[in-house]
């Protein structure tokens, strides 16, 4: 049986997308309204006790907020024994924090992203020393009925964080950039938001079929045309520094939130 301490917005994308492959799915949440929610939308178990979760499942997967999660490990700790395998999605807690805290090596660290409710996430793990093959295997499972899946050192973490856990954030600023620019030159709103997305879908899809950056836009952009003109202002705004420096930001505080646990 499978396991969720905390049944927010991301517990929910992932039970989504497990309950058709896994008949025992049991959650466990503070708020009352919340698990009658998942139970009649998802038929999952429920349950207000995080020690029943760890009770009755053997994968645990730790779907609570990074501030309150010392307090529900100092919960469940007398509940942990060897055959429990340990999963944490929340953000900038570290492996050895938690093995410490539950005395267990069996602990991996998960970064998906909230495409996961749509069955598009890009998840990354990272697993402690105590994780065996099957362990790691079988968290893949798990994730990928929620999206792509990598398997990465912890010490790059903190860039995953920034670049595709935050990531989906940056996506929706430069859309809305897009839609706000359309709209000044006289095209609706909706029509704006339809004519980005669709571009963006058009070309992801060229980058995934293996066309190259560069080669994308040598595709797009003639001498002296109007694509040639905009990637002019865009260098001269400093869209690249921005992005990147953006990046560096977002995992300068990841690594901060992650100091001390």
Not at 110 to 128: D, K, Q, R, W, Y
Request: net charge negative.
């Amino acid at each position: 049986m499978i396991g969720f301490i905390g049944g927010g917005n991301m517990a929910e994308a992932i039970i989504r997308g497990l309950v058709e492959k896994e008949t025992g799915i049991i959650v466990s949440d503070r708020r009352q309204e919340r698990l009658a929610f998942l139970r009649d939308n998802y038929g999952v178990q429920t349950t207000p006790d995080n020690l029943e979760v760890c009770q009755r499942a053997s994968l645990i997967v730790l779907a609570v907020k990074p501030q309150n999660m010392k307090e529900v490990l100092e919960e469940i700790r007398p509940a942990i024994e060897e055959g429990h395998l340990i999963v944490s999605i929340a953000a900038g807690i570290r492996l050895l924090w938690i093995s410490e805290m539950l005395n267990t090596d069996r602990v991996i660290r998960v970064m998906p992203n909230c495409a996961a409710l749509f069955g598009e996430s890009m998840t990354v793990l990272s697993p402690h020393k105590g994780v065996t093959e099957s362990d790691l295997k079988r968290v893949e499972e798990v994730f990928r009925s929620v999206g792509d899946v990598m398997v990465m050192e912890e010490e790059k973490m903190d860039t995953v964080t920034a670049l595709s856990g935050s990531g989906p954030a940056y996506v929706a600023e430069f859309v809305e950039s897009l839609v706000e620019a359309a709209v000044r030159e006289g095209i609706t709103h909706e029509d704006a938001l339809n004519l980005v997305l669709q571009t963006l879908r058009g070309a992801l899809r060229l980058l995934s079929e293996g066309i190259g950056t560069q080669e994308l836009k040598r595709m797009v952009t003639s001498p002296g045309g109007t694509t040639a003109e905009a990637l002019y202002s865009l260098d001269r705004g400093g869209f690249r520094a921005t992005v990147k420096e953006a990046l560096r930001a977002a995992k300068r505080r990841s690594e901060e939130l992650s100091k001390g646990r």
